[in-house]
């Protein structure tokens, strides 16, 4: 989506971007912003309303990511933070 250059920002050789060179990045960067704000008013749309069509997928590809040893870790770690509120005080 940039335009091509010869040489790279980190060359010694690089003088810089053109006028031209950063009205077009400027351009792209602010379309790319605008389109992300679009997708989060719609998501935001859509959870406000209670589509569980987003949760779904987003609690899919979360799991889908996770192995038996993050389950595993997790478990663990919430026994740890919750055992000490049903543990009978001593006196």
Do not use: C, H
């Not at 060359?11 to 679009?38: C, F, H, M, P």
């Amino acid at each position: 989506m940039t335009m091509p250059k010869e040489v790279l920002p980190g060359d010694k050789k690089w003088n810089g971007y053109t006028l031209e060179q950063l009205s077009y990045e400027r351009t792209v960067a602010l379309a790319r912003i605008e389109v992300e704000k679009e997708v989060a008013t719609v998501n935001y749309g859509r959870a406000r309303k209670g589509n569980l069509g987003l949760s779904a997928s987003l609690f899919s590809r979360i799991t889908s990511v996770l192995t038996y040893t993050d389950y595993v870790v997790m478990a663990v770690q919430l026994y740890r933070s919750l055992s000490p509120l049903f543990k009978k005080k001593k006196k």
